[in-house]
Nanobody
């Protein structure tokens, strides 16, 4: 049984920081591309950041320079360090695990709420 369990969301003031964690189980974590997506009310889910199995990273333009994605294969965990948070970062953040080779599995966490407000 595959599980992606996110943690670390919450309420933070503009300019503040949060670190999200996503612990995976039931998959061979090190071979999966891991990503963080977010969905704000009334908007489509969008990619925030991703990290490949070899460690290369990709970021949405809106978070470049503020967010950092990292992974710890020994702990089956991916992180998203979010600094200089803005109200427009408010959303539900979802962890994603994607296998880029057959059988091309794709898994989602349950989401964690991030609210940036004064």
């Amino acid at each position: 049984q595959v599980q992606l369990v996110e943690s670390g969301g919450g309420l933070v003031q503009p300019g503040g920081s949060l670190r999200l964690s996503c612990e995976a189980s039931g998959i061979l974590f090190r071979i999966y591309e891991m990503g963080w997506y977010r969905q704000a009310p009334g908007k489509q889910r969008e990619l925030v950041a991703s990290i490949a199995s070899i460690g290369s990273t990709n970021y949405a333009n809106s978070v470049k320079g503020r967010f950092t994605i990292s992974r710890d294969n020994a702990k089956n965990t991916v992180y998203l360090q979010m600094n200089s948070l803005k109200p427009e970062d408010t959303a539900v953040y979802y962890c994603n695990a994607r296998r880029l080779s057959p059988p091309f599995n794709n898994y989602w966490g349950q989401g964690t709420q991030v609210t940036v407000s004064s």
